[in-house]
Structure formats: C-alpha cells, structure tokens
C-alpha cells in the first residue's frame, strides 16, 4: 500500500520525524512556511554577522549520537563539536562565576563556596544520574498515550527515587544553603518553562546532562545541527518545499486528505503536523476535528516568551565567555513577573550568547556576535518604545560588567519579540518554549500525539511528549514516527 507521508514544519521535531519514516519506507515530503530549513532554529546572516535565531545550548549529546545512530552514522559525519570550558560564566550580585566543564574542579568549586558541599553534589549527581537514565528511558521515550505505557517493575520499584512527587527547588535545598549554589542547580529547569518549586526534582537529571554530559558548541552554530539533518533527510529520499505556508487541512469522513495553502495543495496518506499545536487544531481544523478546546489551551501553563536582541559590535570586547547568565538581580520578582503577575519585567534576568567567542567565523575579524535574551511571560504586547528601553538596560548591565562602553560600537541590530515568535511560527501567545514541564503537564497529560478524532492526523513537537528542548524535540519526531508505522501496519 501508498505510505505517503507530510509533514508541516521543518524544525527539529519534524526533521526527526521525517528520517525515521522515510527509514521505514514512507514517501515523505516537509512543507516548511520559511524559505530555509530550521523552524525556530533558522539562522540569519546581515552585515557580515552570523546568528543563531532560536537554540543555543547543546546538551544531552547522546541524544543526538543516538539519532544518527539510528542511521548508521555519526554526529561527526556531519558537523564538529566542541566542549566549551569553562561551560558557562554566572553574573551574581558581588561578582562573576565560571563554571567549570571538569567535574573535580566543579567539586572544588563548590566546597570552596560551602564547606562540605562537594561529598553533597557528588551524591546529587549519583542520584540524578539514576534519573536520567531511568526517567530517559521509563518516561521521556515513551507516547504518552495511556497510564499502562509505564507499567513495568524498574518503574514502579524506581518510582521514589525519580522524585516525580517533590519538587526541584525543595530537594536542592536539602543538601545546599549557599543562595549561588542553589540558583546555579536551579539554572537548568527554566529550559523547561516553570519555576524550580513547580518543577519535579525528576528534572535533577538536567543537572546531570549539565555537570557530567557538559556544554558543547556545534561549529558554525545550532544551524549545523539543523544542516545534518537536513542532510540525512536528503539522504534517506525525504522531498523538502520551501515558502509553503498552510492554511487549512480538509476533512473527509474523519480522515485528513489535504493541507491547503495559497500556493499549493498537497494530498498523503498520512499528516504529521510539527507546527504549533494549538495553531493546528484551532487555526487549520474545524472545530468538531479538535482533540482540544479553546478553554483548554487557555488553562495550560506556558512557558515563557522572550525579547531578544541579536547585536553586531564593530571592535572586540574583553572579558566574555560564549554562554553568559546574568543572575545579578532579583530572581523572584522576575519570575513573579512571569508566572505570578504578568508584566514586563522590572530588572530581569538576562542570558548573553557570544559565539563569537568560540568561532571566528560567524563575525567579520575584530568584531562580536550578542544575542541578549530576556525571559518575559507570553502574550506580552511589545513595541520599539518598549523594546528600546529593555535594549538600554541590557547593554548598560553588560558594560558595566565587562568594564568597557560598546553602545557606539554597536552596528547591527535585530529585535525578536512576542509578536515576531506569533508571525513567525504561529506560536501560541508567542510563547518561547511550550508547555511548563510541571507534573500535571508532564508525560500522559500533555497533549497528545495522536488526533482522536482524525484517524491520519499525528502531532510532534514541544508541545506535545516529551516536551521543550532539542533533544526532546528530536525524541519526539522518534516518537511520532512510531505511531505513524503502527497506523501503516494496521492498514
């Protein structure tokens, strides 16, 4: 039988999607909105800087050697990485700290900070890399479709010592007091959209991928990741079309038999949507094709959306690292302004991407790629008076972090706000990262990837299991192309 396959959207969760069904067989076609290949992790190139759009931090690299893996090939068949040392530098209040990519030295890091703190992390690691192995396994690659998915003995006997039921900020605070110590190991949860106290300690794994598995930099940026994939894709026989932009998926007694679009009409046997979720159903479906109601969109806890500024400085700048946290504000206001109350922020957290500092070929020689990104709650509405504020306040904290003035050096500038992510990727409330991973949106209760109600309709993607992040993402596609076989077989 025809095993025709499309798929909406080519950011990683749907080059992912498409490798693994055209490995099985599937004729597969991406339909991208964008003229390149990448969704949210495009890359852009103007007056000679080179800035990755949305992704940059690369954790979890067994993830990604697993995925090619899969194929028969290796990560460096298609692109180079690098461990970054130190991983990252924090901005406290009294100073900066740089976190170091060797783990004895982090243990004496620590110790130098506490007394006693090293025998401490050193038993936090132990117990987050049972998580990380464990909930991988038990809980990240599973479809999240019924409770009986984690009916097995590992699980059950596992079960506590997952932490799936404490949270991660309490189970910090068990063995740390020193405010920097606890904000670095509460650092890596906001990836995942809600704050350490509504986030499970199970996610104590992301200090695990951090301090052991490390920061790595692909060469030449995020894009390629996005490059090799699309390679592999290319590879396997998976048809790419540019510019396409859907609008409408038409039903037939509850089957989709066609995704509508002002310059194309494409038919298949089966449809994957790896676009946002909540645009799918409530943008292209009618409403008695939803699995979701409007309501129920409305009472998810999203993750943050951002304000970023992509800036080319035309002169070097001293004293910066790759990845740098500024923690040298109140973090509870901020994430009250966020989560609580939502605002723009008073005097926010911000997190500094320098790549430039690693790979002299994504700036013109003796200049600086900044991407500055400011975690802000969704549905935000943002203006240039409001984006030129926040983009004073920044440059001023960097300056005066560095100790040299670079406003007047400053020779590109590009602004990414909430109204951008919505134009761009038809992001729900122009959020930046899905769902908040809080239990209640964790595994079985996030929304599914299978339409109940379409019997040739799937769903990848942050939205859906495993949640945000790239390697999920890159999980998820693995995921979705399972059930999409499952539905083939049956056929």
């Not at 890091?109 to 006693?116: L, P, S, V, W």
């Not at 942050?462 to 056929?491: D, M, R």
């Amino acid at each position: 039988m025809s095993k025709k396959v499309t798929i909406i959207g080519s950011g990683f969760s749907g080059l992912s999607a498409a490798c693994y069904l055209a490995k099985q067989g599937c004729e597969v076609t991406i339909l991208e909105k964008h003229d390149s290949v990448g969704g949210r992790a495009r890359q852009f190139t103007s007056d000679g800087f080179t800035y990755d759009m949305g992704p940059s931090w690369y954790w979890m690299p067994d993830i990604f050697d697993k995925f090619f893996a899969d194929f028969g090939k290796k990560v460096s068949d298609y692109y180079v990485i690098e461990r970054l040392t130190p991983s990252y530098r924090i901005i406290y209040k009294d100073g900066p700290l740089d976190i170091p990519s060797n783990i004895d030295e982090l243990y004496l890091m620590f110790e130098n900070i506490e007394t006693g703190s090293a025998a401490k992390l050193k038993k936090f690691l132990k117990e987050a890399e049972y998580k990380y192995n464990i909930g991988m396994h038990d809980l990240v690659y599973k479809p999240g479709l019924s409770l009986t998915e984690f009916l097995n003995m590992r699980f059950f006997r596992g079960i506590f010592k997952l932490d799936v039921f404490n949270s991660i900020a309490s189970h910090i605070r068990k063995s740390f007091t020193n405010p920097k110590l606890i904000q670095l190991l509460e650092f890596p949860v906001l990836f995942l959209g809600a704050l350490p106290k509504n986030t499970p300690a199970l996610y104590s794994l992301m200090n695990y991928s951090d301090m052991i598995g490390g920061t790595w930099y692909p060469k030449g940026g995020m894009i390629s990741v996005v490059n090799g994939m699309h390679k592999l894709a290319l590879e396997l026989g998976v048809k790419f079309e540019l510019n396409v932009d859907v609008n409408k998926i038409n039903i037939i007694e509850n089957k989709a038999i066609e995704v509508v679009s002002k310059n194309k009409n494409a038919n298949f046997d089966v449809l994957v949507s790896s676009a946002d979720y909540n645009f799918t159903e409530q943008k292209l479906l009618d409403k008695k094709y939803r699995n979701y109601s409007a309501n129920y969109w409305e009472t998810r806890k999203l993750a943050p959306s951002s304000l970023i500024f992509y800036i080319g400085v035309n002169k070097k700048l001293p004293n910066l690292l790759h990845h740098t946290l500024f923690f040298d504000e109140d973090f509870d206001l901020h994430s009250h302004e966020i989560y609580t109350d939502p605002k723009w922020p008073t005097n926010p957290l911000i997190y500094l991407s320098c790549t430039s500092q690693t790979d002299n070929n994504v700036a013109p020689e003796g200049c600086e790629n900044l991407m500055v990104l400011i975690p802000i709650a969704p549905n935000l509405k943002d203006d240039k008076a409001t984006n030129d504020k926040y983009f004073d306040m920044v440059i001023s904290r960097i300056e005066k972090q560095i100790g040299v003035s670079f406003k007047d050096n400053i020779s590109f500038r590009r602004d990414f706000a909430t109204s951008d992510f919505i134009k761009d990727y038809n992001s729900f409330k122009g959020n930046a990262y899905g769902l908040a991973n809080t239990l209640s949106q964790t595994a079985i209760f996030k929304p599914k990837l299978i339409n109940k109600k379409i019997s040739n309709l799937f769903y990848t993607g942050q939205l859906t299991v495993p949640g945000p992040g790239v390697p999920p993402c890159l999980i998820s596609g693995e995921l979705v192309a399972q059930q999409v076989v499952k539905y083939f077989n049956k056929k």
